[in-house]
């Protein structure tokens, strides 16, 4: 069992940058890939960006990458999500997640099993 609590969102102006991110509690919590998703009104949920237990391999959505980077501390049961150069787009509610993840389910919300209740980043333009 994994409990997450998201914190950092916020409100910042394009072009600026913001730090999320999420405690874990739980023994296991290095086994578990680690996730960031977003979701905005009436639309489904998205990926944003994740991490694998060991840190050594990280993914990203093409509409992040470059501007955003994922990382993780497993001695503290953190995984942060640093953002820069964020745009109004980029106003969402965001989650972390976490799950035991096969290759090629890292970038589908359906494949966690943990999840935060979320945090909300509002880029102004």
């Known amino acids: 069992q994994v409990q997450l609590v998201e914190s950092g969102g916020g409100l910042v102006q394009a072009g600026g940058s913001l730090r999320l991110s999420c405690a874990g509690s739980?023994?296991?919590?290095?086994?578990?890939?680690m996730g960031w998703f977003r979701q905005v009104p009436g639309k489904e949920r998205e990926f944003v960006a994740a991490?694998?237990?060991?840190?050594?391999?990280?993914y990203y959505a093409d509409s992040v990458k470059g501007r955003f980077t994922i990382s993780r501390d497993n001695a503290k049961n953190t995984v942060d999500l640093q953002m820069d150069s964020v745009k109004s787009e980029d106003t969402a509610d965001y989650y972390c997640?976490?799950?035991?993840?096969?290759?090629?389910?890292?970038?589908?919300?359906?494949?966690?099993?943990?999840w935060g209740q979320g945090t909300q980043v509002t880029v102004s333009s």
């Open positions: 997640a976490a799950g035991a993840i096969s290759y090629s389910g890292i970038r589908r919300p359906a494949e966690y099993g943990y």
């Open positions: 739980g023994r296991t919590f290095s086994s578990y890939a």
């Open positions: 991490i694998r237990g060991s840190g050594g391999s990280t």
